[in-house]
């Protein structure tokens, strides 16, 4: 007596558990097989789509059979779109099956596959569930699309979400409020502009907010958090986003921010400055006289418990020096950057002559500004009255909408950015000559994270140590100008001076500038 094993299928859970389908398609195939004399081995039940043979309860019987191919004779259904509505993929299991010794056949639409003319028949009774298989596809992506066009979320709710239908019975989303009030912190902590999307991720994942890094990016890039839908591209339309109906966790201004953020800005990581950074302020800046390479530092213990902070080469070079004397020495040398009155003048008429063109420049721009914003505007009552009247569709007026609303949202931060730019010259002129007349003062008073900006300010080179004095190749342009009629320096050997006569027009060098600020 031959030995089959019988499959049955339905597409749902629903179908699965309601319907009467897999019953009697069981029932029919043990029928079949009782008249035909055939032993039923097993019967494997399945509730997947056919759309291809990535199905649980049919890998198990693909690895039954390979394992039994020599008490396996058919594999029987009642229809071919019950095995499969995927016609490339169907010929490959049939081909496996047929070559583990296993005939593969449909009861309600048998086939003697041995017979070249049978598969014409196949072909069509594959491409037909195919074709159908297809279409509703279509249909059922079509029907998404017009509900996300009007605003409703039809895939799985994001987190701080959960989801939920309106009054009216759209398919929408509604908050959970423990999430979404965590997710809200968020994207406010992460607009500031001072954590990273890591740090904000660590500060809220022990408060409910468990998600790796990479959603957490996902989480500040989605629009859904503003209360709009993203609708992909397809066929010939473009990708949009649209006003949802769901009710929004951030406003869109505090969305733009971050998008702006993520887009244009790395947070840096920030260094947390330590004893070691106090006591070694010129590591990093400090090159070894012997080999050329960078001096970095580090700490000994000595007998007594004290430690002791040094600055030194690499292992093979044993270049060392006492920390304590390598900055004495340094502060001798800023002690030297004395200026003479009559530099401030010549300071002041640079400011005037800077300040004065910067100011200008901001007014004009904050007038171009303010004309934009009111073009945008008018434009947006336009599309709006068009959008009412009927001559628009809601697509193109949400797309029109969400574009133009960002380009007044952009405009707006520029315009408070420049505001907050405006410079006292009073105030500047007072920091920015202290900063050289009595530099040996406010360094030694600074933190590290200070002194080193000052040293990166003065010196665009790395320093030598030479015992009794420093070398270097040049010093900052703007600082050589005012100390061109100074004295020499008794600490301090620059290889390459630049040579000043007359006064300069320049403004101070950017580097310098912020420092000064």
């Not at 996300?148 to 979400?161: H, I, S, T």
């Not at 902070?309 to 044993?318: L, S």
């Not at 800077?354 to 200008?360: A, L, N, S, V």
């Amino acid at each position: 007596m031959p030995n089959a094993i019988i499959y049955t299928r339905v597409s749902t859970d629903e179908q699965a558990s309601k319907g009467y389908s897999l019953p009697h398609q069981k029932n029919v195939l043990e029928m079949y097989c009782q008249h035909k004399g055939i032993n039923i081995l097993r019967h494997y039940r399945e509730d997947f789509s056919a759309k291809n043979f990535n199905r649980p309860a049919f890998n198990e019987l693909a690895a039954y059979i390979k394992v039994n191919r020599k008490s396996v004779d058919y594999l029987l259904f009642t229809r071919w779109d019950r095995f499969s509505r995927n016609q490339e993929e169907a010929y490959r299991i049939i081909r496996e099956f047929r070559n583990l010794g296993v005939e593969v056949n449909a009861i309600e639409q048998p086939l003697d596959l041995s017979q070249p003319d049978s598969k014409v028949m196949l072909a069509v009774y594959l491409v037909i569930p195919e074709v159908e298989n297809d279409k509703n596809s279509i249909r059922t992506k079509e029907g998404l699309r017009r509900a996300m066009k009007e605003g409703c979320f039809v895939g799985l709710a994001p987190r701080g979400y959960v989801n939920a239908r309106n009054e009216e019975g759209k398919s929408t989303l509604a908050i959970k409020e423990n999430v979404g009030s965590i997710i809200r912190k968020a994207f406010i902590d992460y607009s500031k502009g001072v954590l990273s999307s890591e740090e904000v991720r660590m500060k809220y994942f022990n408060r409910g907010l468990r998600v790796c890094k990479q959603t957490m990016l996902n989480i500040l890039r989605n629009p859904v958090y503003c209360g709009k839908i993203l609708i992909k591209e397809w066929k010939k339309e473009d990708e949009v986003i649209v006003e949802g109906i769901h009710p929004p966790i951030i406003d869109e201004e505090t969305f733009d921010t971050v998008q702006r953020l993520i887009s244009g800005k790395t947070i840096p990581k920030i260094h947390k400055y330590s004893e070691i950074d106090e006591r070694l302020p010129l590591r990093g800046f400090l090159l070894c006289r012997k080999c050329g390479r960078s001096l970095t530092g580090s700490a000994s213990r000595g007998g007594s418990g004290i430690r002791h902070f040094y600055y030194h080469c690499h292992p093979k070079c044993k270049e060392r020096y006492k920390a304590d004397e390598v900055n004495s020495l340094f502060e001798e040398v800023l002690s030297e950057f004395v200026i003479k009155g009559d530099v401030k003048k010549m300071y002041r008429n640079i400011l005037d002559t800077t300040f004065h063109g910067e100011r200008k420049n901001r007014e004009l721009r904050v007038k171009q500004i303010k004309n934009e914003i009111n073009k945008l505007s008018a434009r947006m009552e336009s599309v709006e009255d068009k959008f009412f009247d009927d001559l628009i569709d809601p697509s193109t007026y949400n797309s029109v909408k969400r574009k133009t609303q960002k380009k007044i949202n952009d405009l707006k931060v520029e315009l408070t950015s420049i505001k907050s730019l405006k410079k006292d010259i009073e105030d500047y002129l007072k920091i920015g000559i202290s900063f050289l007349h009595g530099i040996d003062k406010l360094y030694k008073s600074s933190d590290a994270r200070y002194k080193k900006k000052i040293v990166g300010s003065i010196f665009p080179e790395k320093l030598v140590f030479l015992k009794n004095r420093y070398r270097t190749e040049n010093i900052n342009e703007f600082i050589s100008l005012i100390i061109s009629k100074h004295k020499p320096f008794r600490r301090l050997e620059i290889k390459n001076p630049r040579q000043n006569d007359g006064e300069s027009k320049k403004a101070p060098p950017q580097r310098l500038e912020l420092w000064t600020l």
